[in-house]
């Protein structure tokens, strides 16, 4: 077997491993690579092999920095299936029409300013038509379901906790008369989060291909954030003010929404009046709806008992514009869930513009928020700020929580090994910044993994 790292090496955007076995070549996941504009640009248009030759795709869940290329392979000559459980394809539909739309959008902002200096126009880097042709590729495959994939190569799909329909995947390769399992984690989730199964504890094999974007750091202990939401629910309440909280459309809405239906059910807030202001939150809830076969115990029991644990009926879903813009007249008090999650771009910034003057009001952030983003200055209490230009002072109260981190940390991902039985002999780390993926390293070795490699971008391994 020979593997190529062309992506998410010593980085954690661009996901894109290439395996060569018995003359197959199988694509492990074909992520957006995300960064500054002009090199993301080139990475992303530019793909180090060629599209036309390579057999296979075997994707392990929806997030563009995993599948947000995949346009790109089919718009340059892909022509084989493309696998992923059920849940990600359904998500993959809705992400890369939104990825489409964005990249047409950025290519006009960026094509103005070359228009305007006499510079060549760029094309976007995929349309909707690449997107639709891209889905018409997609072939689902359920967890826990063997599949013959190419000659002498079985994979399966395990859940990985991270996302909906996010999975661990198992390759088991015959090649040259010996067969070998190989364990690529796409994204490692967390044990005991709402709505999804814990990771599948896979048993020996003898090579592990696996992220590390927390391998250098640990989740702050015993948050609670169901408290917390009770305790701010409380106070826009009793203020008659609003609560905003933004929200990556895809995961983190979900859980907010799962524990707000949580907290009313235990009667711990009062009846306040709910709205998730994004379409690509109200149609990522519906496939969230769609695929109860992703969900654990606790949420199939509430279904079962005629729950709607996204909260149809008390939440509303606004979509149409008028409806967005008329959010911001109302008397609270209100919750308002809106994208984007680092407070970039997006309806979230229309809300924020007409909340964070108000003492009374609360903003909750519940995700990592990037340098210099607007959610980080929000998270810092740097005020004043800047919204569409505008100075604005920052009064209003601002929270974060950290739990809902949707990646293992360090001590789980290697409590995770641990569990999987002897350590493994060969180990590959991708998917972190240099520290992060050398201290994960580090670690493996020291777990007694023999021989552990980070490689660059690039790189070639025979194993
Ligand atoms: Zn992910």
């Excluded at 070359?114 to 909707?128: D, I, K, S, V, W």
């Excluded at 039985?421 to 991708?430: E, H, I, L, Q």
Aim: with cysteine; aromatic share 6%; glycine share 8%.
């Amino acid at each position: 077997m020979r593997i190529q790292f062309h992506g998410a090496a010593r980085t954690t955007t661009g996901s894109m491993h290439l395996l060569d076995v018995n003359g197959s070549r199988i694509l492990l996941d074909c992520g957006l690579y995300q960064g500054k504009r002009k090199e993301a640009f080139e990475r992303n248009r530019h793909l180090p092999f060629d599209p036309g030759m390579v057999d296979l795709c075997l994707l392990s869940h929806a997030h563009i920095d995993h599948s947000g290329n995949l346009p790109t392979l089919v718009k340059r000559g892909f022509a084989g299936p493309v696998f992923a459980t059920p849940a990600t394809c359904d998500l993959c539909e809705i992400m890369l029409l939104d990825s489409a739309h964005l990249q047409v959008k950025d290519v006009e902002y960026v094509n103005r300013k070359r228009a305007a200096q006499g510079q060549r126009l760029f094309e976007p880097l995929y349309e909707e038509p690449d997107v639709r042709a891209t889905l018409k590729r997609m072939r689902p495959l359920p967890y826990d379901t063997p599949r013959e994939v190419a000659d002498g190569v079985r994979v399966t799909y395990h859940d990985a906790g991270h996302i909906l329909g996010s999975a661990l995947m198992v390759l088991t390769l015959r090649e040259n008369g010996a067969v070998r399992r190989l364990l690529f984690t796409g994204d490692m989730g967390r044990k005991h989060m709402p709505i999804l199964r814990d990771p599948t504890v896979i048993g020996r094999v003898d090579c592990l291909l696996t992220e590390s974007t927390y391998g250098d750091r640990l989740h702050p202990p015993g948050e609670d954030v169901k408290a917390k939401l009770a305790e701010l629910v409380g106070k826009v309440a009793e203020r008659g003010s609003r609560l905003v909280i933004p929200a990556f459309s895809v995961g983190r809405t979900q859980q907010v929404l799962y524990f707000l239906h949580q907290l009313w059910k235990e009667k711990r807030i009062r009846d306040v009046p709910v709205y998730v202001d994004s379409p690509l939150s109200t149609k990522a809830t519906a496939v969230y709806d769609r695929h109860p076969e992703c969900y654990d115990r606790e949420l199939l029991d509430l279904l079962r008992n005629r729950q709607d644990p996204f909260g149809a009926g008390r939440v509303t879903y606004v979509t149409d514009v008028a409806d967005s813009k008329r959010l911001n007249e109302m008397r609270g008090p209100v919750i308002i869930l809106s994208a984007s999650g680092m407070c970039e771009a997006g309806r979230i910034l229309h809300h924020l513009k007409h909340s964070v003057d108000d003492a009374r009001n609360v903003i909750l952030i519940v995700g990592f928020q990037a340098e210099h983003t607007l959610g980080r200055r929000l998270v810092e209490h740097l005020s004043p700020i800047r919204i569409f230009g505008e100075r604005h002072e920052l009064r209003a109260e601002v929270h974060s929580v950290q739990a809902l981190s949707a990646h293992a940390d360090r001590d789980e991902l290697l409590a995770y090994f641990r569990a999987m039985g002897t350590p493994v002999p060969r180990a590959f780390v991708v998917h972190g910044e240099p520290p992060a993926a050398e201290a994960m390293g580090a670690a493996l070795r020291e777990m007694g993994v023999a021989d552990v490699t980070v490689p660059a971008s690039g790189d070639v391994a025979e194993w």
